[in-house]
């Protein structure tokens, strides 16, 4: 096991060779391309959902044949993130995010022609493929340019990027579709992306370090991931941010039918709903950020995981005894989506200091193992015979209680 393997913050001094300390307004450049650059997935999820209803009326096809596009994107992230990762510890950050953003550009004109719903999921794939290379590569560059502590601030602002764009997105598909039709959408997707590209051809230093140049020249993809698997400490933040995101899959897969159809509330309050627990997360990822002046991302980590369980226990017990709903269940599904903000920005921060000289690679593991396991939680959340906020709550509680044993099982504490 390499020597910053348990502890994230011994990393070899090496692995940031290639950045040195830059000038702060620098630095918040960086961030702010970087955010820019992880908004592409979430954008292109969240802006034409509200044009669904329309796009299977235009192209002849049923609402659920219309939701295929949407399964079709997270297929493409998860696959697509496995091979952006390798790659771009072997030949830099910059060309396999040129590439990505390129085909991006592509599928997403693509997107706007499709003649047909095979041609749009087709294209959506393709989408997918092209922008999840941004999502990979901005992990890895923060992970190359700021030490360990700095990572944890640093993915906590890109984790409000991640929170605002559930909200901001659907609203701004929403005017979009008041004055054109849903290819609008990917047009507007089309000028993002050829944006995006610009920038960080013009902007966008390359930070790959020469410890992971000299790991990757000499190591076949398959066998860093192989290497990966085999660290105890790594499996354990990976595990620990995928279950805990599996939480946030299935809160976002169930609660319309939880809020609308089992609690009656009307589709304009769901968007209260929503919107608020959107903010209680943004709000916890800033709230981290404080935190992590006096305390470890490991220590904040530890704690927020276990209280986030004990939360969702009485969503659990508020679901299942159906005494106070539906304030039972809102209640305690607020304090759980928001403590969120004290799991996911530090257990990406603990999961990238593991093996800087594969710091690609294992952006591109904790990505697939987030969006696999989110997506095989929320489909079971979806197939269990249980009322809406049983199943839901149900799967929250196991999702956190692996999220508690992967964590407290496989990494060590430490102390601060």
Not at 224 to 247: H, K, T
Request: net charge positive; proline share 6%; aromatic share 8%.
């Amino acid at each position: 096991m390499p020597a910053g393997a348990t502890c994230p913050t011994s990393a070899p001094m090496s692995a940031l060779a290639a950045a040195p300390p830059a000038p702060a307004a620098s630095r918040r450049g960086l961030i702010l391309l970087l955010g820019a650059i992880t908004m592409v997935g979430p954008m292109s999820i969240d802006l034409y959902l509200p044009s669904l209803p329309f796009l299977a009326r235009d192209l002849h096809a049923s609402a659920a044949d219309a939701e295929i596009t949407v399964g079709a994107f997270f297929v493409g992230i998860a696959v697509g993130q496995l091979v952006y990762g390798p790659l771009s510890d072997r030949i830099g950050r910059r060309w396999p995010l040129l590439a990505g953003v390129l085909l991006y550009i592509l599928a997403s004109i693509g997107c706007a022609l499709a003649p047909n719903l095979s041609a749009l999921i087709g294209c959506r794939v393709l989408q997918a493929l092209g922008g999840c290379a941004g999502m990979v590569i901005a992990r890895a560059v923060v992970r190359d340019s700021f030490d360990h502590k700095e990572t944890a601030h640093v993915y906590s602002l890109l984790m409000l990027v991640m929170g605002l764009a559930p909200i901001l997105a659907p609203l701004l598909g929403g005017w979009l579709m008041l004055v054109g039709s849903w290819r609008w959408l990917f047009w507007v997707l089309t000028v993002f992306g050829a944006a995006i590209g610009l920038a960080a051809l013009v902007l966008l230093p390359e930070s790959r370090s020469a410890e992971a140049r000299a790991q990757s020249k000499g190591e076949h993809p398959f066998r860093s991931y192989f290497e990966l698997l085999r660290q105890p400490a790594l499996l354990g933040y990976v595990g620990a941010g995928a279950f805990a995101g599996a939480a946030m899959f299935t809160y976002i897969s169930a609660s319309p039918d939880v809020v609308i159809g089992a609690f009656g509330f009307p589709p304009q309050s769901f968007g209260l709903v929503f919107g608020a627990n959107a903010a209680a997360y943004i709000g916890t990822t800033q709230a981290n950020r404080r935190l992590l002046r006096d305390r470890s991302a490991d220590w904040i980590l530890r704690r927020g995981n276990l209280a986030t369980f004990a939360v969702s226990l009485l969503l659990l017990a508020g679901a299942w005894s159906g005494v106070g709903q539906p304030w039972s269940v809102l209640i305690p599904l607020f304090l759980v989506m928001g403590s969120l903000g004290f799991s996911q920005p530090n257990a990406l921060a603990g999961a990238m200091g593991v093996d800087p000289a594969r710091a690609g690679s294992t952006s591109a593991l904790v990505g697939a193992a987030g969006f696999g396991i989110g997506a095989a939680f929320a489909a079971l959340a979806a197939a269990l015979p249980f009322a809406a906020p049983q199943r839901m709550s149900l799967v929250i509680a196991l999702s956190f209680a692996l999220s508690v044993v992967c964590l407290r099982t496989l990494v060590r504490p430490k102390t601060a």
